[in-house]
């Protein structure tokens, strides 16, 4: 019995961010290009987790990101980089406010 192929599959190929996380699969690459990376999730990223859906916050942040979040991390680059994070600019435009700038 012969398989007959749709006439709509005939053109159809895997994707090429399907074929780069088989290729990293394959050498046991780390793949970090789809989200799907293997690897154990620490206790504290769980625990962090479980706690903001328990107490509701489980939401998406705002445009510019978290403050507490922003500011720590800018004093790590500064502290551990040559970077030295740009300040947020203050405007009085309504639609730089609501753009994040």
Same mark, same amino acid.
């Given at each position: 019995?012969?398989?007959?192929? $749709?006439?709509?599959?005939?053109?159809?190929?895997?994707? @090429? !961010?399907?074929?780069?996380?088989?290729?990293?699969?394959?050498?046991?690459?780390?793949?970090?290009?789809?989200?799907?990376?293997?690897?154990?999730?620490?206790?504290?990223?769980?625990?962090? *987790?479980? @706690?903001?859906?328990? $107490?509701?916050?489980? =939401?998406? $942040?705002?445009?510019?990101?978290?403050?507490?979040?922003?500011? &720590?991390? +800018?004093?790590?680059? *500064?502290? =551990?980089? +040559?970077?030295?994070? !740009?300040?947020?600019?203050?405007? *009085?435009?309504?639609?730089? &406010? +609501? +753009?994040?700038?």
């Amino acid at each position: 019995m012969t398989m007959q192929i $749709s006439d709509r599959l005939r053109g159809l190929v895997q994707s @090429d !961010i399907r074929r780069m996380s088989r290729e990293c699969e394959r050498v046991g690459g780390i793949n970090l290009g789809q989200g799907i990376c293997d690897l154990p999730t620490i206790p504290e990223l769980v625990e962090g *987790s479980c @706690d903001a859906i328990r $107490s509701n916050k489980a =939401t998406y $942040s705002k445009f510019e990101g978290i403050d507490v979040l922003r500011e &720590r991390i +800018a004093r790590k680059l *500064s502290t =551990t980089t +040559a970077c030295a994070p !740009i300040p947020r600019r203050k405007s *009085s435009s309504p639609w730089d &406010r +609501a +753009a994040g700038f």
